[in-house]
Structure formats: C-alpha cells, structure tokens
C-alpha cells in the first residue's frame, strides 16, 4: 500500500522561533498542513511580496493555493478570535472556506476562560506565569477535568450546553472574588460561533488517516516552543500543552510510526517571553542590540522579548526529546555586525559543570560560553551558502558538531525569498 507521510515542523526554544516562515517555505513540498497544539495566544508571523501576516489559529501554509489546511483536536479556539483572523485573510484575497478544515474535537475558548484566565493569574501575585491572558490555560484545565466545550459541540444543543459550562465558571468567578463584565465579548464570541458553522468541520483522525492512505503528504505545524512544553518545559513557566514531536500524535490522531522527518527550528540566538528562567539572557546593551536588530516584540502581544546568546544545553535536550532529523537556523542575519558571538556549550549548577539539562533551571545556573568570531557581513542578500563568510560557516560546523544534527536550512531575513536551503 502505498502510505504518505507525516513531517513535523517545531520550535525547539522558548517560541518565537518563525515557524510560520519555514511552514510557508515548505509548503510546496507537502499536500496538506495541519497545526497540532496551542491556541491564538502564538502568532506566525509571515512576509512575502511586501505584506505582512500574522497567523493566531489558522495554519501557515494558507497562503499556498489549493493545499488544505487542518485545525486539529490538540488546538484550542476562540470562535469570536478566529471570526476576526479568518476575515481579514480573506479581505486579502486568501479563499479559506475551501480550502479550512477544523477539528470536531478542538476545544473552545469561552469569553468566561479569558476572565478565569485574569482571575488566576492576579490570584499568583509575584509568582505570575506570564500568560497571554488568551484563556489557553483555563481551556486545556476543562479539557482534562471532562468539562470543556468542543466545535462539535456547536452543531446541536449548543445553547444548553455553553449555559451550562458558562455557569460553572462563573461559580468559581464568584468565590474568587474577581469582578469582570463579559457583554461584549460575548456577543461577538456568539457572533464568531455562528461564522465558524460555515466552515468544514470534521472528524480530522479519519481525515488525517484516509489522507496518508491515498499516499498524499502532510506537514505538522506546532505552536510555542519545545521548551514550553508542559512536561518538558521549564515548568511552572510552561504554555498548558505538549508542544513537542509527540504531541503531533495526540493532536492530529496519527500513530508515530507515521512520522518521518522532524524539522527542529531554532534562531541563531536566544529569545523568551514573559516571566520564567532563561539561563543566557542578557541584561546589558548587547541584550539590547539584539532586541532591536531582531525586532524582538511579541507578534500577538507586543510584549519585548527577552534576548540571550544561543543556549546550547537547552538545545541538546529539545533534540533528544524530539527526535529532531534536521535543524532550521532563522534570524542569523541579526548577528551580522557582533565582533563576538557567545554559543553556552554548558552549564554550572552550584559550582558543577554539566551538558545535561537540569529539572530545575530558576536558580543556581551559570552557562559556561565558548567564543566565536563575529562574520562581520551583511548577508540578507545572499542568494545560496558559498556566499557565505568562513567565519559563518565555521559558526554553522561549531553548532552541527555541538548538537549533532545537520543545518539544512538558514533564513537570513523575514521574507519568504530570504532563505538559504543547504546542499
């Protein structure tokens, strides 16, 4: 029988990597693209012919006529969210409605989570995650107490069912304490509900499946990043689902003897955003550069990003658990200038060395850096790697041989035209 295949596409730091670019790069290789996890509190950002996307909800490979693009069960969705995304795609001249399959079984963000959302976080005080104040968290805790609502759901007995679950909520609103006024956004969430009905909703596991057996090809999108993950990540400060290769298995409903290659995305340096550890974040000017070189504000949120040297540990350990066949480099432009560029090789946890990543990162760690020549050129004009300088390529070997796992794509700068596929 001849089988298609499952590649997955992931970010490998703490997000921010430019999924959404490699998505849309890759797209012409594969039938389909289907996103596996997370919700509208990550944007892809995409540029290509002068415009400029970002993507919440809707898979990266939108842009690439006739492809079908799936939502699948591991997403959670906001009706009112995806309503506003949807249309201005299709304000552009992107036809969705052909082309946009959603999951029966992806869950449903409720005005009610975002206040569960606000009420929590105000409730930690100094110990604050750092949300997006989306409502992802509070959706994912339903989905595992069995009380969450589903795209499914709104097919039938819709009004009694978000009643229902809209009254639990506010129960646990009224012991909190937390004062809030949904009205609004209510109304146009219900709006967005009633637009969502015009799309194809369907059992994705049986469409998914069917796909492969036809011999067709499918790319996995993830969400976030490896180091996110909620059981591999640096928990606490951790995103509330499983962002790694694995969670495309839970959140598409294929078997992992299906998937093929594993594209592990990473930027040439080091970003965070919101509270939690970063071992390589820098304070200092250099911290500084980088954020303003690499434009590093939140997609979505608009909030700065965090900026450090390349964490190499962390790295390493996001490739094991991944079971990453080759590595995507983004943003190598934004070192262009630097006269040093740190990689940390190491780390010391009270006084010890060690290559192996820690269950604890937030206190008693200091990355141990190797040095490198700075390339010193401006490359966002390249066209193939003999351009590039030998300093970048010794750049490009040094990280190969540190995390045993070829380069086979470098992007060196936002557009779609700006990427470097290695022999």
Same mark, same amino acid.
């Given at each position: 029988?001849?089988? /298609?295949?499952?590649? +997955? %596409?992931?970010?490998?730091?703490? &997000?921010?990597?430019?999924? !959404? @670019? =490699?998505?849309?790069?890759?797209?012409?290789?594969?039938?389909?693209?289907?996103?596996?996890?997370?919700?509208?509190?990550?944007?892809?950002?995409?540029?290509?012919? /002068?415009?400029?996307? +970002? %993507?919440?909800?809707?898979?990266? &490979?939108?842009?690439?006529? !006739? @492809? =079908?693009?799936?939502?699948?069960?591991?997403?959670?969705?906001?009706?009112?969210?995806?309503?506003?995304?949807?249309?201005?795609?299709?304000?552009?001249?992107?036809?969705?409605?052909?082309?946009?399959?959603?999951?029966?079984?992806?869950?449903?963000?409720?005005?009610?989570?975002?206040?569960?959302?606000?009420?929590?976080?105000?409730?930690?005080?100094?110990?604050?995650?750092?949300?997006?104040?989306?409502?992802?968290?509070?959706?994912?805790?339903?989905?595992?107490?069995?009380?969450?609502?589903?795209?499914?759901?709104?097919?039938?007995?819709?009004?009694?069912?978000?009643?229902?679950?809209?009254?639990?909520?506010?129960?646990?609103?009224?012991?909190?304490?937390?004062?809030?006024?949904?009205?609004?956004?209510?109304?146009?969430?219900?709006?967005?509900?009633?637009?969502?009905?015009?799309?194809?909703?369907?059992?994705?596991?049986?469409?998914?499946?069917?796909?492969?057996?036809?011999?067709?090809?499918?790319?996995?999108?993830?969400?976030?990043?490896?180091?996110?993950?909620?059981?591999?990540?640096?928990?606490?400060?951790?995103?509330?689902?499983?962002?790694?290769?694995?969670?495309?298995?839970?959140?598409?409903?294929?078997?992992?003897?299906?998937?093929?290659?594993?594209?592990?995305?990473?930027?040439?340096?080091?970003?965070?955003?919101?509270?939690?550890?970063?071992?390589?974040?820098?304070?200092?000017?250099?911290?500084?550069?980088?954020?303003?070189?690499?434009?590093?504000?939140?997609?979505?949120?608009?909030?700065?990003?965090?900026?450090?040297?390349?964490?190499?540990?962390?790295?390493?350990?996001?490739?094991?658990?991944?079971?990453?066949?080759?590595?995507?480099?983004?943003?190598?432009?934004?070192?262009?200038?630097?006269?040093?560029?740190?990689?940390?090789?190491?780390?010391?946890?009270?006084?010890?060395?060690?290559?192996?990543?820690?269950?604890?990162?937030?206190?008693?760690?200091?990355?141990?850096?190797?040095?490198?020549?700075?390339?010193?050129?401006?490359?966002?004009?390249?066209?193939?790697?003999?351009?590039?300088?030998?300093?970048?390529?010794?750049?490009?070997?040094?990280?190969?041989?540190?995390?045993?796992?070829?380069?086979?794509?470098?992007?060196?700068?936002?557009?779609?035209?700006?990427?470097?596929?290695?022999?």
């Amino acid at each position: 029988m001849n089988t /298609g295949k499952v590649d +997955v %596409l992931l970010g490998l730091q703490w &997000g921010d990597e430019g999924k !959404g @670019k =490699v998505v849309d790069v890759l797209t012409p290789k594969y039938d389909v693209i289907a996103r596996f996890q997370g919700g509208p509190n990550a944007g892809h950002t995409l540029e290509f012919e /002068g415009e400029k996307y +970002v %993507l919440r909800s809707i898979p990266s &490979g939108i842009f690439q006529g !006739g @492809k =079908v693009n799936i939502i699948g069960n591991g997403v959670v969705l906001a009706p009112d969210l995806f309503m506003d995304e949807a249309k201005a795609l299709e304000a552009s001249g992107h036809d969705l409605h052909s082309r946009l399959h959603i999951s029966k079984k992806a869950h449903l963000i409720m005005p009610t989570h975002r206040v569960l959302d606000a009420a929590y976080e105000a409730q930690k005080g100094k110990n604050k995650v750092g949300t997006t104040g989306k409502g992802i968290g509070p959706t994912y805790t339903d989905k595992v107490s069995r009380n969450g609502l589903r795209v499914g759901d709104i097919l039938e007995n819709f009004p009694e069912m978000y009643a229902k679950a809209k009254a639990r909520h506010e129960a646990i609103l009224k012991s909190l304490n937390f004062d809030y006024d949904i009205t609004e956004v209510e109304k146009k969430w219900l709006e967005g509900v009633e637009y969502l009905r015009q799309f194809s909703i369907v059992d994705s596991e049986h469409e998914i499946n069917n796909i492969l057996k036809s011999g067709k090809s499918i790319l996995c999108e993830g969400a976030q990043g490896t180091m996110l993950d909620v059981d591999f990540g640096s928990y606490p400060f951790v995103t509330s689902s499983n962002t790694i290769c694995a969670g495309a298995c839970t959140g598409l409903g294929i078997g992992p003897n299906k998937i093929g290659e594993v594209y592990g995305i990473m930027k040439a340096y080091c970003t965070r955003v919101g509270a939690g550890p970063f071992p390589t974040e820098l304070f200092d000017e250099t911290g500084k550069l980088i954020r303003d070189l690499g434009h590093e504000y939140g997609a979505v949120t608009g909030r700065e990003r965090r900026c450090g040297w390349i964490d190499l540990v962390a790295l390493r350990y996001s490739i094991m658990v991944n079971g990453v066949t080759q590595l995507i480099m983004m943003k190598s432009d934004v070192l262009d200038g630097f006269d040093t560029i740190k990689a940390c090789t190491a780390y010391k946890v009270n006084g010890v060395e060690t290559r192996d990543f820690p269950y604890n990162i937030e206190e008693g760690i200091e990355p141990v850096y190797e040095e490198l020549p700075g390339w010193k050129t401006d490359m966002t004009k390249f066209t193939n790697e003999d351009q590039f300088p030998k300093a970048f390529k010794d750049y490009i070997a040094f990280l190969e041989a540190q995390l045993e796992t070829p380069i086979k794509i470098i992007s060196i700068g936002p557009d779609r035209a700006q990427t470097i596929v290695r022999k």
